[in-house]
């Protein structure tokens, strides 16, 4: 499912709200998980999972076709995991 799909179904299902209205609240609910992500606060959603970050060292890299050294720096990567309840739900 994309984003324009989870907007669709959510317009379907409250059609009280304006399309344009749902549109808002899904980039909304986006925005502030990334901007949280992006100051390296955790981000959990009882039942469904948690956001965090990791951070991945600098280490030495091989370019797959010349087998040179390439260095490779730090970063942080987004992290995932489900909730007991999603974890449940996809293994029934």
Do not use: C, W
Request: proline share 5%; glycine share 6%; hydrophobic share 40%.
């Amino acid at each position: 499912m994309i984003k324009s799909e989870l907007v669709q179904k959510l317009a379907e299902e409250n059609p009280h709200l304006y399309h344009r209205a749902v549109e808002r609240i899904v980039s909304t609910i986006f925005d502030e998980i990334a901007n949280a992500l992006a100051h390296g606060d955790r981000v959990e959603l009882r039942g469904f999972g948690a956001f965090s970050v990791k951070q991945r060292p600098a280490r030495v890299g091989r370019n797959p076709r010349t087998g040179e050294a390439v260095h490779v720096p730090a970063k942080a990567v987004p992290f995932f995991k489900t909730g007991k309840e999603l974890r449940e739900r996809l293994n029934k």
